[in-house]
């Protein structure tokens, strides 16, 4: 018995088992491999170049410009979208009549078509567009938000943040709603403030939960493409280039395969080193783990 | 806090949420509405929350510039194979490590879970390259198959495995002493009882492929193979600039639908998301 559900616990894992194998584990090898070659697409050649990739990332003018775009990119998505969701968790965790609408309203852009989202807002953006428009209406004139690196910059990272937020905002929610209502009656007892109560009962039981999303979110935030290829194709300049697109362009566009896998092996150990810090982290930050 | 509120700050409360909305709501009411707008409108000042007069042959366009019906079924065929495969797929492989004792289980659960930590942008060149040998590229094949058995499934797998950690293991022991097989324990018992898990799966799955963008913009180059979030791009005038009224009619077409529904199902949506998806 125990050998046929060894058997069988072979067979129900074998498509996933191999689909990782195929789809993530020996293309993760080939990049690296391709990572040491030159590879010219148009000569059809492929020579292996050792580290010359890697040296090639410490000339590259344009990296430190798309390192610190990626990393403005991904610390004000984070602080922006876990702040939002948590105050949006708050709110909507009050004894209310017709909370669950909001609650689904400001759940609804997440089953909003992503690039739909993205287009409307693109067109919002446009220097004489829907938010400029409205800016005008009370006399302020708007700057040309998605052509501007300081605006553009900015532009992206809240479109990213009201299309997603919903999603951290519901685990939040869902964990809020998993707090014992005793502790909060009893730190009332005791006079504890609303602030208070949120600072030492709230954060510290949810912190669990803040730690995980804030996982998803920033390796989310990492892979963010299809908003800068439609907003503003990494512009202007390189401002808003971030290394997901960085790596689309020197790949797809300028079909330099090799450096791409370098870029791409880069992404890898930076989205792997984030991981690994952030779940030892857990040991200082998070108080209470069921 | 789960005090009863004092009125005025019922009232505050109602008026932040009501203030916050607007970026959440507005886009979507503008998406619609600027759809419908003559071209000679879209820009209008001051801007137009409701279409001065109403222009219905934008949505003509849509489908005479590009194969867009095509299009749509293109989404939603390959969406649909994609959530119903890696249904199956995850919930086989969350059921084994969660339910069925065998060597290296923990082991090889490790491995899975490395798609976790591998952004599928990681992998995209050499996909790229498998799928050019494999003469795959421009067919649907990539966008199918690396979803259900690659990284994207993954997480459906973990979902599964927590939810059938959680099923009492009881329920298994009648049927195991009764002789059932595993595929049959598996079948009649423990499928049926993970609807929930399965439906939350079912939704974030759909949602990932309906959006997905790098994929087919590295792997498709025609027209009628394209998909919706591609193609939606694709409306540009001579000089490569966005026809807006036209792309947002193509958006309005692939965002409302899904958004309708959303709104239908939105108790078993955003609940089935919250109870499966956090207890990570």
Known sequence: MARRDSLAGYLFIAPQLIGIIAFVLLPLCLVFWYSLHEWNVLANTFTYTGAQNYRMLLEDSSLPSVLGATALFSFGLVVLNMSLALLLAVLLNQKLRGIAVFRTLFFSPVVVSLVAWTIVWGFLLQKNGGINGMLLTVGIEGPNWLREPVTAMISVIVVQVFKNVGLNMILFLAALQGVPNELYEAARIDGASSFKQFRRIMLPMISPTILLTSIITIVGSLQVFAQIAVLTQGGPGVSTTVLVYYLYQQAFQFHFFGYGSTLSIMLFVIVAVLTFAQWQLRKRMVFYES | ?280
């Open chain 2, 1 to 280: 806090m789960k005090a009863e509120l004092s009125p005025r700050a019922k009232v505050m409360v109602y008026g932040a949420m009501c203030v916050l909305l607007i970026p959440f709501v507005f886009p979507t009411w503008w998406m619609v509405t600027s759809s419908f707008k003559p071209v000679s409108e879209i820009f209008a000042f001051p801007p137009r929350l409701i279409p001065d007069s109403w222009d219905f042959t934008t949505y003509g366009q849509v489908f005479t510039l590009q194969p867009f019906a095509k299009q749509y079924w293109n989404s939603a065929y390959i969406a649909a194979i994609v959530t119903v495969g890696t249904m199956g797929i995850s919930s086989m492989a969350g059921y084994a490590f969660a339910r069925i004792r065998f060597p290296f289980a923990n082991a090889i659960f490790m491995v899975v879970l490395l798609g976790l930590l591998i952004p599928s942008e990681v992998t995209i060149v050499p996909l790229f390259q498998l799928f050019l040998k494999l003469g795959m590229v421009n067919t649907h094949w990539p966008l199918i198959l690396v979803p259900i058995f690659g990284a994207p499934s993954v997480f459906a797998t973990f979902v599964m495995r927590q939810f059938f950690i959680s099923l009492p293991a009881e329920l298994e022991e009648a049927a195991r002493v009764d002789g059932l097989s595993r595929f049959k324990i598996f079948t009649k018992i423990a499928l049926p009882l993970s609807r929930p898990a399965l439906a939350s799966v079912a939704i974030f799955t759909f949602l990932h492929s309906w959006n997905l963008y790098l994929e087919p913009i590295v792997f498709l180059s025609s027209a009628d193979k394209f998909t919706l979030p591609q193609a939606l791009t694709q409306f540009t005038d001579a000089y490569g600039g966005p026809m807006w009224n036209i792309q947002l009619a193509a958006a309005t077409l692939t965002a409302l639908p899904v958004l309708i529904v959303f709104i239908i199902a939105q108790k078993h949506f955003v609940e089935g998301l919250a109870h499966t998806g956090l207890k990570g």
